[in-house]
């Protein structure tokens, strides 16, 4: 049994970029790609690829290919490299189409044993749970003094690296991004935090999904990007920065609050701080469409590189789960629900639908009633293939009893187990703001 065709591929693909071409290239020699353009659907050689064509299927593949041969090293491969679905060719030269489904069925033997590898990773979610709380609030305050510090003219990063450094040392990025979507924030400071692991979780798990191992270089760098991309505030009026007012887009106060972004970009280059950091404090209000009112600066789209594009995305994620004094947060399930409508509009269509393969249709922290009646929150998010299959620990029973014994649930395992819907934790667990955390935080598994 050999591959003949790549029917269908992940949104990595969608417009090739320079490692993405080379890695087709290296392992499709001499097979035929088929390219949508504004002409329509074309089939030309895999060495005739070209950066940014938009990649449809990959055909003709030839039967001595690396890729060819279907056994447990191509199965590997397939799952690593976004391959969606594939034509392989019997025993007589006929041909159907496998899909993931297929080979990664719901309760099969291959997702028990992904099972137990979401339960270890669940069991060190909880472990770092208590270390990460006083690490947020720590962090928090080191983006204060920094901002503080910048309003006398007294910029420095040091703080800032240095709780970068003890949040890769600590891997607690997991626990303190799901404590973003189960805590209340403020407009500026946490935001920082909340927004700096968010986008470095994303980050590194789209780098993942590519095949490229994150290293600590890769974490540290889209950490700072996050902690200093609105370091511009500290150029602005407390009153303004601080006000409880949601202001109109068009307002004096918010035009002022635009500036951030000029400050930000000018002060970064002053520190010497790398382009892709300073891109990222100048552009993340840049929209796909740039005639939107809240679209700023005034630049072509072109200049807003990768990781901006990305910090963009979190940006406005996180500002919808953060709290502002002119509004509630919302929780992660609904803001990704809210992210989905925007596509077309507001950001890279490519980016966006991968940030919300790495955050999950269900994010770590999310809580969900399920079809038993039961009501837990999300631990592990489902694969990209069945996002619709989280890891759950409940904590209430159908009767609405608060659980003292925590079981967990995977969806991935249990098939006649589905969600049912989101629950918004803040108006569900309320005597008290924080009582979705500590219950969270509570949770217990062998």
């Known amino acids: 049994m050999t591959i003949q065709e790549v029917t269908e591929l992940s949104m990595d693909y969608a417009m090739l970029d320079p ?83 297929e080979q990664l069925k719901v309760g099969s033997k291959a997702a028990q044993e992904l099972s137990k590898v979401r339960r270890q990773n669940t069991v060190k979610l909880l472990d770092s749970m208590d270390k990460a709380a ?163 600066p005034s630049v072509d789209y072109d200049q807003v590189q990768p990781l901006t594009r990305l910090a963009a995305i979190t940006d406005v994620y996180q500002a919808l789960i953060g709290r502002r004094k002119y509004k509630r947060n919302w929780v992660p399930g609904k803001a990704v629900e809210y992210l989905l409508g925007l596509k077309g509009t507001e950001f890279d269509d490519r980016i966006l639908d991968q940030f919300i393969q790495v955050v999950g249709k269900y994010p770590v922290g999310s809580l969900v ?15 990209r293939e069945f996002p619709d299959r989280p890891m759950v620990a409940v904590v209430e029973n159908a009767k609405g009893e608060l659980l003292t014994s925590q079981t967990l649930v995977d969806l991935m395992v249990e098939a006649s187990v589905s969600v049912k819907e989101v629950v918004d934790h803040y108006e569900h667990y309320n005597k008290s703001e924080e009582q979705a955390f500590q219950i969270f935080k509570s949770i217990h598994v062998s």
């Open 369 to 383: 009633r399920l079809s038993t009646g039961d009501l837990g929150f999300v631990m592990q998010i489902g694969p």
């Open 134 to 296: 006083p690490q947020r609030e720590k962090a928090t305050s080191v983006v204060e003094e920094m901002l503080d510090q910048g309003r006398i003219g007294k910029f420095s990063s040091k703080g800032v690296e240095s709780m970068v450094d003890e949040i890769i040392k600590n891997g607690s990025s997991p626990a303190l991004k799901a404590i973003a979507g189960l805590r209340n924030s403020d407009q500026t400071y946490a935001h920082c935090t909340d927004m700096s692991v968010i986008l470095q979780e994303a980050y590194t798990d789209m780098l993942a999904i590519k095949g490229r191992e994150p290293s600590p270089a890769n974490r540290r760098f889209a950490l700072i990007a996050g902690f200093m991309h609105d370091i511009g505030k500290s150029e602005l009026p407390k009153d303004v920065l601080d006000s409880p007012t949601r202001f109109q887009p068009d307002s004096k106060e918010m035009l002022i609050m635009r500036n951030h972004v000029v400050y930000g970009a000018k002060i970064l280059e002053q520190m010497g701080m790398p382009p892709q950091i300073i891109n990222v404090a100048h552009f993340h209000h840049v929209k796909s469409d740039r005639s939107m009112i809240n679209s700023y």
């Open 19 to 101: 490692d993405t071409l080379q890695f087709i290239q290296q392992n499709f020699k001499g097979a035929k790609a088929l390219v949508h353009d504004e002409k329509g659907v074309r089939s030309v050689a895999v060495s005739d690829l070209k950066p940014f064509d938009q990649l449809q299927a990959i055909t003709d593949i030839p039967q001595d290919a690396k890729i060819a041969a279907v056994n447990a090293e191509t199965q590997a491969f397939v799952d690593k490299h976004g391959l969606l679905e594939f034509k392989v060719i019997e025993g007589a030269g006929t041909s159907k189409p496998v899909s993931k489904d």
